[in-house]
Each structure stands twice: as structure tokens, then as C-alpha cells.
């Protein structure tokens, strides 16, 4: 049974940083491409980064490229979102994804295979 399982969510102020993890079990992690998406109550899921099988190769949405930064650590099955210069419009749950079709990793998010619960984020103003 796969499982994903994030943390690091919670409240901080406009301008803070927090650190997204998403440890992972039931599969090869090594083999999946991961991502992290996000969504607010009524609205779509929307990409945020993705990471290649090894970590050498990583993409962004428009919306957070020089502020969050996606790595991984295969030896411990986990992914991490760096997300630096909150803002405001940054509050919403975020979701790590896994998949094996490099559609997953420019944010197609109907091709990505297992999902976590998802850990809420919110940005004080």
C-alpha cells in the first residue's frame, strides 16, 4: 500500500519561509517522479514544482520559481518544498504527488499516480 504523508505546514507571516516534507512508503522512490501541488477550498489543483527521479532536474511554476525550491533525498524516501518570501496568495493546502509519467512533473495532474493528505499552509499578511 503506498502512502504518502506530508508536514511542515502551519502559519507564518508574509515574507517567512517553511519547509514542506513528504516522506513516502509502498513504492521504489527512487523510480517516481515527485511533485507538489496546491488548492484552495472551490478551486483547481495547481502545479507548484516537480523533481526528476534523481534530483538533478527540477521545474517551477511561474508562480514561485526563485522563491520555492524542490529537492529530495532518495536514501530517506523523501521530498521537500523550500518555499521562501511567502506572500499571502501562497496560503493553501499543499499536496505532494508521485508518478511515474514525466507529464507529473510539468504539473499534469490527472497523470500522477498516489497523493498525499495534503498540510495546510497559511500566509499572515
Known amino acids: 500500500q503506498v502512502q504518502l504523508v506530508e508536514s511542515g505546514g502551519g502559519l507564518v507571516q508574509a515574507g517567512g519561509s517553511l519547509r514542506l516534507s513528504c516522506t513516502a512508503s509502498g513504492l521504489t522512490f527512487s523510480t517516481y517522479i515527485m511533485g507538489w501541488f496546491r488548492q484552495a477550498p472551490g478551486k483547481e489543483r495547481e502545479f507548484v514544482a516537480g523533481?526528476?527521479?534523481?534530483?538533478?532536474?527540477?521545474y517551477y511554476a511561474v508562480s514561485v520559481n526563485g522563491r520555492f525550491t524542490i529537492s529530495r533525498e532518495n536514501a530517506k524516501n523523501t521530498v521537500y518544498l523550500q518555499m521562501n518570501s511567502l506572500k499571502p496568495e501562497d496560503t493553501d493546502a499543499y499536496y505532494c504527488?508521485?508518478?511515474?509519467?514525466?507529464?507529473?512533473?510539468?504539473?499534469?495532474?490527472?497523470?500522477?499516480?498516489?497523493w498525499g493528505q495534503g498540510t495546510q499552509v497559511t500566509v499572515s499578511s
Open positions: 523533481i526528476n527521479w534523481n534530483g538533478d532536474n527540477a
Open positions: 504527488a508521485a508518478g511515474r509519467s514525466v507529464s507529473c512533473y510539468y504539473g499534469r495532474s490527472s497523470q500522477c499516480d498516489y
